[in-house]
């Protein structure tokens, strides 16, 4: 059987990682989300008391600990490990959110973790990657490329449900929102962009299920 990659990117809060781990659980392949790789790398940098945005102080964070990503089949979810503890909640930090673009933004550890991911995809059948550079840099060949968006203000809502935090919030979490977007598409390499042969998904005015159905339809007529 010839392998299977789907790239899902887009924009913060734009539903990625629920629809990719959805559907990879519904059609049985294998689900990376590269965000939380990121997350890791900006928890550890901030465990460790190193400025994020210094470019070269960066590399000391793979020196001093280590990484292991993998998906748990029985839990049917990703899994990142820090150090050889597993790490859920702590990635989704207020703190390790306005680290992680910075972190995000470093070449060394971009070249690492895109290397991380093709090795770890390589070992699988079909898989499912959501992030931001995965149809344009990490698999430019995938066989199913999907741009999700949504307007800001629709994001932030759900980033508020998310968080369970009061719609009052609601201006502090856009704000975050636009300024993750703004360093993730302007940053010099893997920038966030849609992909010129990524169908583009909408779901500002879609319920779940609507993109979840979507999105498994385009994978089964590939398939
Ligand atoms: O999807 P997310 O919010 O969990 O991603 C966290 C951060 O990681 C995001 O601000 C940008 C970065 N990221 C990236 O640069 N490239 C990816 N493939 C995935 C995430």
Redesign the pocket.
């Known amino acids: 059987m010839e392998q299977l990659i789907v790239a899902i990117d887009g924009p ?1 809060g734009s539903g ?2 629920t629809i990719a781990r959805n559907v990879a659980i519904m059609l049985d392949m294998l689900y990376l989300d ?3 790789m ?2 890791t790398v900006a928890y550890a940098a901030l465990k460790d008391g190193v400025d994020v945005s210094d470019f070269d102080k960066i590399t000391q964070v793979f020196e001093n600990n280590t990484f292991d990503f993998k998906y748990c089949e029985k839990k049917k979810k990703m899994q990142v490990f820090l150090n050889e503890e597993e790490l859920v909640n702590e990635i989704r930090t207020d703190d390790v959110e306005v680290a ?2 910075d972190v ?1 933004r470093n070449g060394i550890v971009r070249e690492r973790l895109v290397a991380l991911q093709r090795k770890i995809s390589k070992k699988e059948k079909r898989v499912i990657l959501d ?4 149809g344009t840099v990490v698999f430019p060949d995938a066989d199913v490329k999907i741009f999700l968006t949504a307007k800001p203000e629709e994001r932030a809502r759900r980033r508020l449900k998310d968080k369970k935090l009061p719609e009052s919030e609601i201006k502090i979490v856009m704000k975050d929102l636009l300024r ?1 977007d703004k360093i ?1 598409s302007e940053r010099a390499i ?1 920038p966030l962009k849609q992909a010129e042969d990524a169908i583009l998904i909408d779901t500002t005015e879609l319920i779940l299920e609507e993109v979840i159905n979507k999105v498994k339809e385009l994978i089964i007529a590939k398939k």
């Open positions: 913060a990625k990682t590269t965000g939380a990121y997350r992680v673009s995000a992030g931001r550079d995965i993750r993730d893997g």
